[in-house]
């Protein structure tokens, strides 16, 4: 099979040929290059109109002198995310190609083919894949037969957050590859004089496997502001934004189990991303892939390859159905053209999460524990490993800094009447917590109603206490009996689970809160309503009917909480950020 595939969502016009048999791919481009400023949606679209029908004739006449005039067999094209005036052009000029060539339409959601192209390059079976582009930034991992997002931006794309502050500083769009020469060029500087480059304070926010780059920008823009060089500042944001990136790429993988990742998007082009992802993969014995530069910024080849796959499964379009959606998002899309496992599995019975064999160690996304001891008195010791990715600086500040939020606020949870370990000991200089071993296994481990709707009122009175957790998943709750004298097992909890939540009213006093480390203090209904959003997120990330579960934990929020902060979820959960 031979697709022909359009693109053009916002900057680069672009068609490509990829054939099946082969697995070739040509590709013709010609980007839209502002004369100042950003991308300004009608001059983008003026662009689509004139460069779009050239680059297509440029890969359709190459691919009928090569394979007669039946070369095409299909028509794919992006269908969305993408600014709206320059989709519908795409839309346009696909629909009257797949008309005049007699062959099938298929319409491809931008954000999927750029984490297909990387399964398909590297051959993996199930990757999670990061996305770093310019208008977006967010972790995805398949489950049951849909792409479901790990973990986003809250705000600004990665890529947007960088040109934002190169616009500040007057240089020309894109700005991403000149503040990664920038930053390079400060190192290699920094070296020579033998002072080591400084890294700027910046802020670093990762909640759950969210985060938000709109305050490191408007930081970035103040230390230029304040004179600070821009090769310093360069480096720093680089150091910042792609740690978090590389963070929640490691909590996704520690999350899901899964021991592939896959980058893709325009951002994903920059050596020191990829260094440090590779570093991170390499670190947990995960495989780790990025194709080739003219696959990860906008292209038509990665349309096109989805659009094979997708015209080989039967998913192709009625024109009447073909409409473009700028705000399509990628768990939208009904997988057809993949079967297999979910990415997402259950964290099994290995160290610490089976609760059960004491001395086991388990190896979380960010730290190591050791259970020490058994029955009612056992302990757990807790260490924040050093990352090798991050930049020792930041790794050291951020060690400390959750150390010390994890034990404080650990203690004053317990006190606001949250069920929490007692911390018996803190050890900054090593890095480690000793704290009293709790429940018998992980939520993840364990999902069900009764324990959701404890989480929901235990996250009530925490709020309730001005406090949020920062990275209430379901790996970082325990449940079941703690201590000897109460033991549960396997047979019990099924059996009570059969019967729904209200056959375990004691369920709240034996669901505890664990890891504060990401914790602060806030009475901000925002910062609330995150926390709400991190937790359903990581229950719909790894659960096959996730609404119940939703559905009590949202309930027992509802008993202890505030109905400010459920009000506020719907808006977190509805913003779209693909405009
Ligand atoms: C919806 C679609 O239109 C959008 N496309 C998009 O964002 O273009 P993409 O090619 O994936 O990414 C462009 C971004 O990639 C950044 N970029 C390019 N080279 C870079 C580099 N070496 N380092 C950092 N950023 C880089 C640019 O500054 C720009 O912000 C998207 O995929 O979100
Ligand atoms: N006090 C405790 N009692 C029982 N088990 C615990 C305790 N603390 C941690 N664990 C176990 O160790 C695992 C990892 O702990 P924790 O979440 O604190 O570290 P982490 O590195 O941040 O892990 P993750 O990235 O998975 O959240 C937990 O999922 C849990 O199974
Ligand atoms: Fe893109």
Same mark, same amino acid.
């Given at each position: 099979?031979?697709?022909?595939?359009?693109?053009?969502?916002?900057?680069?016009?672009?068609?490509?040929?990829?054939?099946?048999?082969?697995?070739?791919?040509?590709?013709?481009?010609?980007?839209?290059?502002?004369?100042?400023?950003?991308?300004?949606?009608?001059?983008?679209?003026?662009?689509?109109?004139?460069?779009?029908?050239?680059?297509?004739?440029?890969?359709?006449?190459?691919?009928?002198?090569?394979?007669?005039?039946?070369?095409?067999?299909?028509?794919?094209?992006?269908?969305?995310?993408?600014?709206?005036?320059?989709?519908?052009?795409?839309?346009?000029?696909?629909?009257?190609?797949?008309?005049?060539?007699?062959?099938?339409?298929?319409?491809?959601?931008?954000?999927?083919?750029?984490?297909?192209?990387?399964?398909?390059?590297?051959?993996?079976?199930?990757?999670?894949?990061?996305?770093?582009?310019?208008?977006?930034?967010?972790?995805?991992?398949?489950?049951?037969?849909?792409?479901?997002?790990?973990?986003?931006?809250?705000?600004?794309?990665?890529?947007?957050?960088?040109?934002?502050?190169?616009?500040?500083?007057?240089?020309?769009?894109?700005?991403?590859?000149?503040?990664?020469?920038?930053?390079?060029?400060?190192?290699? +500087?920094?070296?020579?004089?033998?002072? %080591? &480059? @400084?890294? /700027?304070? $910046?802020?670093?926010? *990762?909640?759950?496997? =969210?985060?938000?780059?709109?305050?490191?920008?408007?930081?970035?823009?103040?230390?230029?502001?304040?004179?600070?060089?821009?090769?310093?500042?360069?480096?720093?944001?680089?150091?910042?934004?792609?740690?978090?990136?590389?963070?929640?790429? +490691?909590?996704?993988?520690?999350?899901? %189990? &899964? @021991?592939? /990742?896959? $980058?893709?998007?325009? *951002?994903?082009?920059? =050596?020191?991303?990829?260094?440090?992802?590779?570093?991170?993969?390499?670190?947990?014995?995960?495989?780790?892939?990025?194709?080739?530069?003219?696959?990860?910024?906008?292209?038509?080849?990665?349309?096109?390859?989805?659009?094979?796959?997708?015209?080989?499964?039967?998913?192709?379009?009625?024109?009447?159905?073909?409409?473009?959606?700028?705000?399509?998002?990628?768990?939208?899309?009904?997988?057809?053209?993949?079967?297999?496992?979910?990415?997402?599995?259950?964290?099994?019975?290995?160290?610490?999460?089976?609760?059960?064999?004491?001395?086991?160690?388990?190896?979380?996304?960010?730290?190591?524990?050791?259970?020490?001891?058994?029955?009612?008195?056992?302990?757990?010791?807790?260490?924040?490993?050093?990352?090798?990715?991050?930049?020792?600086?930041?790794?050291?500040?951020?060690?400390?800094?959750?150390?010390?939020?994890?034990?404080?606020?650990?203690?004053?949870?317990?006190?606001?009447?949250?069920?929490?370990?007692?911390?018996?000991?803190?050890?900054?200089?090593?890095?480690?917590?000793?704290?009293?071993?709790?429940?018998?296994?992980?939520?993840?481990?364990?999902?069900?109603?009764?324990?959701?709707?404890?989480?929901?009122?235990?996250?009530?009175?925490?709020?309730?206490?001005?406090?949020?957790?920062?990275?209430?998943?379901?790996?970082?709750?325990?449940?079941?009996?703690?201590?000897?004298?109460?033991?549960?097992?396997?047979?019990?909890?099924?059996?009570?689970?059969?019967?729904?939540?209200?056959?375990?009213?004691?369920?709240?006093?034996?669901?505890?809160?664990?890891?504060?480390?990401?914790?602060?203090?806030?009475?901000?209904?925002?910062?609330?309503?995150?926390?709400?959003?991190?937790?359903?997120?990581?229950?719909?990330?790894?659960?096959?009917?996730?609404?119940?579960?939703?559905?009590?934990?949202?309930?027992?929020?509802?008993?202890?909480?505030?109905?400010?902060?459920?009000?506020?979820?719907?808006?977190?959960?509805?913003?779209?950020?693909?405009?």
């Amino acid at each position: 099979m031979r697709v022909l595939g359009i693109e053009g969502t916002a900057w680069c016009a672009s068609a490509a040929l990829y054939d099946a048999e082969t697995d070739s791919v040509l590709i013709e481009s010609d980007p839209y290059e502002p004369d100042s400023g950003g991308i300004h949606p009608r001059e983008a679209a003026e662009h689509m109109s004139e460069a779009i029908p050239e680059v297509v004739d440029r890969v359709l006449t190459a691919a009928e002198a090569e394979h007669g005039p039946d070369a095409v067999d299909a028509v794919a094209f992006s269908r969305g995310p993408g600014l709206g005036p320059c989709l519908r052009i795409v839309g346009t000029a696909a629909r009257s190609l797949a008309g005049t060539l007699d062959v099938p339409l298929v319409g491809v959601n931008h954000m999927v083919a750029h984490l297909e192209i990387g399964r398909h390059r590297s051959g993996f079976d199930n990757p999670v894949c990061l996305n770093a582009s310019g208008a977006n930034a967010h972790l995805l991992g398949f489950h049951d037969g849909r792409y479901r997002v790990l973990g986003e931006t809250m705000d600004a794309g990665v890529g947007n957050a960088i040109d934002k502050f190169t616009r500040h500083v007057g240089w020309s769009h894109p700005g991403g590859p000149k503040v990664e020469a920038a930053a390079a060029e400060y190192t290699s +500087e920094a070296e020579a004089d033998a002072d %080591g &480059a @400084d890294l /700027l304070d $910046l802020p670093y926010v *990762v909640k759950g496997m =969210d985060f938000s780059f709109s305050g490191i920008s408007s930081a970035a823009n103040d230390a230029a502001d304040a004179g600070v060089p821009t090769g310093e500042i360069c480096f720093s944001l680089q150091e910042h934004v792609f740690a978090m990136l590389t963070e929640v790429a +490691e909590r996704a993988l520690s999350l899901t %189990g &899964a @021991d592939e /990742l896959v $980058l893709g998007g325009g *951002v994903a082009q920059n =050596d020191r991303l990829r260094e440090m992802l590779a570093a991170m993969c390499d670190a947990r014995d995960a495989d780790f892939h990025a194709p080739e530069p003219r696959f990860l910024r906008d292209n038509a080849g990665m349309i096109a390859v989805l659009g094979a796959k997708m015209a080989a499964a039967g998913d192709t379009l009625p024109i009447a159905e073909s409409a473009v959606d700028p705000n399509f998002r990628p768990d939208q899309v009904p997988v057809t053209w993949r079967s297999g496992e979910s990415v997402a599995r259950v964290p099994g019975d290995t160290g610490a999460n089976s609760g059960g064999a004491p001395t086991a160690d388990h190896r979380g996304a960010e730290a190591t524990v050791t259970v020490d001891g058994d029955g009612g008195d056992s302990r757990v010791i807790k260490r924040r490993v050093p990352k090798s990715y991050r930049h020792p600086e930041l790794d050291r500040t951020l060690r400390r800094d959750r150390t010390v939020a994890e034990a404080r606020l650990t203690s004053e949870a317990r006190r606001a009447g949250v069920p929490t370990p007692l911390v018996y000991e803190v050890d900054l200089p090593a890095g480690t917590l000793t704290l009293q071993h709790v429940g018998e296994r992980d939520l993840a481990a364990a999902l069900d109603e009764r324990w959701t709707e404890a989480v929901g009122r235990h996250l009530g009175r925490l709020h309730g206490a001005g406090i949020v957790h920062g990275d209430p998943t379901t790996r970082n709750v325990r449940v079941g009996s703690s201590g000897a004298g109460d033991a549960e097992t396997d047979g019990e909890s099924s059996d009570a689970a059969d019967a729904g939540p209200s056959a375990r009213p004691d369920a709240a006093s034996r669901t505890y809160l664990i890891d504060f480390g990401l914790g602060f203090h806030t009475g901000h209904v925002e910062d609330h309503a995150m926390d709400l959003h991190v937790f359903e997120g990581s229950v719909r990330a790894t659960a096959t009917d996730p609404e119940p579960l939703i559905a009590a934990f949202e309930a027992g929020y509802e008993a202890t909480g505030d109905g400010e902060v459920l009000d506020r979820l719907r808006d977190v959960a509805n913003r779209g950020r693909y405009r």
